[in-house]
């Protein structure tokens, strides 16, 4: 019996070439995608544990820091819950981030920004979701910063998620956006994605009850993997 | 009858962008962060099965080198297993059948070491070919492509294949069959990724 899962909602997904955000000129497909049943192939996947993630590899304040120093930026707390389309908690999968600086900079060796760079961030973090499918990180907010894409191009601040689940299919990988950023609807990666409820639920929303008073604000992003599809099998319901 | 509806939607997706080696593999990116990063090793030394190296290069519409492309391969042991509670069977202890490999900054060019999977059980009592589950993010990707490699040593088991079968046309199938050769008495696929334009490889909605 192969594991189905619900068929991947494309109208929801940004197309593989969306002409304003330009390097998808050279790089999306000219051919359709072939669509092919579930295998095993697609609905197992790598499997990670505790012993994969070190102690504080969560927390980007601390991570790369020089002892007693830390980075400089707006201190915030990034939370969420990692679901999947049945609304059950993924628990124990790998969740990693990285960003820019507060100054909108990155620490990697082809950002050519001049933007100051931060001796006490690295910018990348790695956490498991728990038994309830939550994950939190403590981090600084990033700043806008300009790419080469039209004249005058500039991302909203962002931080990038990765995200596993249990099946290769589930594989995402998004960024996260932050509540009233007035960039987000001038950004062509952004506005690849078609449907702005889906745009919507990528950024996240301000949550005063998660802040930690007089350190550090908290924003909250949750995140939807495909989901398994119940089916009838020998007139039995299986997968609910 | 399956569901048509989900209760929930899934998360859109966005590019990975060209910096996506500071969460992935921050040592490409120019900076030591954990102590063992993931996804450096699919197999030991010791794993069972031919020990192979997988090389190739991934090149856009125009014939450029891809140079910030990430792949992650998943594929299964020499007896068809993957490492996963589902995956069939046991796996030997140090295969996890999964890696992470980063195109070269200047020339596009990647590859990695693994063992040869095995045939691995496909939909509805099938037998699938041999073959490697490979996803690729990059800066233009909006969406994580997902394609397979198949061996080219493998004719018979891939005129079977239940997923090969169903590209139509001779020469989109023959973009997912790796060519074998051999690299001091090892064998070497090569397996070059176009995505787009002529020889574009086949990919999948899965």
Redesign the interface.
């Given at each position: 019996m192969?594991?189905?899962y619900?068929?991947?909602?494309?109208q929801?997904?940004?197309?593989?070439l969306?002409p304003a955000?330009k390097?998808?000129?050279?790089?999306?497909?000219?051919?359709h995608?072939?669509?092919?049943?579930?295998?095993?192939?697609?609905?197992?996947?790598?499997?990670?544990g505790p012993s994969?993630v070190?102690t504080g590899?969560n927390n980007l304040l601390t991570?790369?820091a020089r002892p007693g120093e830390s980075p400089v930026g707006e201190r915030i707390i990034l939370h969420g819950r990692v679901?999947?389309?049945?609304?059950r908690p993924v628990s124990g999968t790998?969740v990693?981030?990285?960003?820019a600086n507060a100054s909108g900079r990155?620490?990697?060796?082809?950002?050519t920004y001049f933007a100051a760079e931060d001796p006490n961030f690295?910018?990348?973090?790695?956490t498991l979701t728990d038994d309830d499918g939550h994950y939190q990180f403590h981090t600084v907010k990033p700043g806008a910063y300009p790419w080469p894409n039209g004249p005058n191009s500039w991302r909203p601040a962002h931080i990038?998620f990765?995200v596993f689940g249990?099946a290769?299919?589930q594989?995402?990988?998004?960024?996260c956006y932050f509540e009233g950023d007035p960039l987000i609807p001038l950004c062509p990666?952004?506005q690849?994605?078609p449907?702005s409820?889906?745009?919507n639920?990528?950024t996240a929303r301000l949550d005063l009850d998660r802040t930690i008073p007089f350190d550090s604000i908290a924003y909250r992003f949750d995140?939807?993997?495909?989901?398994e599809?119940?089916?009838?099998f020998e007139n039995r319901l299986e997968g609910d | 009858m399956p569901q048509s509806r989900a209760p929930l939607n899934e998360t859109a997706s966005q590019t990975a962008g060209p910096y996506l080696h500071i969460g992935l593999q921050p040592s490409t990116a120019g900076f030591a962060m954990h102590q063992t990063e993931l996804g450096q090793q699919i197999c030991a030394p010791d794993t069972n099965g031919t020990h192979i190296r997988v090389e190739g290069i991934i090149t856009d519409g125009t014939g450029a080198p891809v140079t910030d492309a990430l792949f992650e391969v998943w594929q299964a042991n020499a007896s068809g297993h993957y490492a996963h509670p589902l995956g069939s069977g046991p796996v030997e202890p140090g295969f996890c059948g999964w890696a992470r490999v980063s195109a070269d900054f200047q020339t596009g060019e990647w590859g990695f070491d693994t063992i040869k999977p095995g045939p691995t059980s496909g939909p509805n009592q099938s037998k699938q070919a041999p073959h490697l589950n490979i996803w690729i993010v990059a800066r233009g990707i909006n969406i994580g492509l997902n394609t397979r490699m198949y061996f080219a040593d493998e004719s018979a088991a891939n005129a079977q294949d239940p997923v090969l079968s169903l590209i139509p046309e001779d020469a989109r199938r023959a973009t997912l069959i790796a060519k074998k050769t051999l690299q001091n008495d090892r064998p070497l696929y090569r397996f070059d990724i176009r995505l787009q334009g002529e020889n574009e490889t086949v990919f999948f909605d899965i």
């Open positions: 192969t594991r189905e619900y068929p991947r909602d494309r929801l997904q940004p197309p593989d969306t955000y390097t998808t000129i050279e790089r999306s497909p000219k051919h995608l072939i669509s092919m049943p579930h295998s095993l192939s697609e609905t197992t996947g790598p499997v990670f994969d070190e590899d991570n790369y679901l999947d389309q049945n609304t790998l990693e981030i990285w960003q990155y620490r990697h060796r082809n950002d690295g910018g990348c973090g790695r990038h990765s249990t290769f299919l594989r995402l990988v998004t960024q990666i952004v690849a994605i449907d409820d889906a745009i639920r990528l995140i939807v993997l495909r989901g599809q119940s089916t009838l | -």
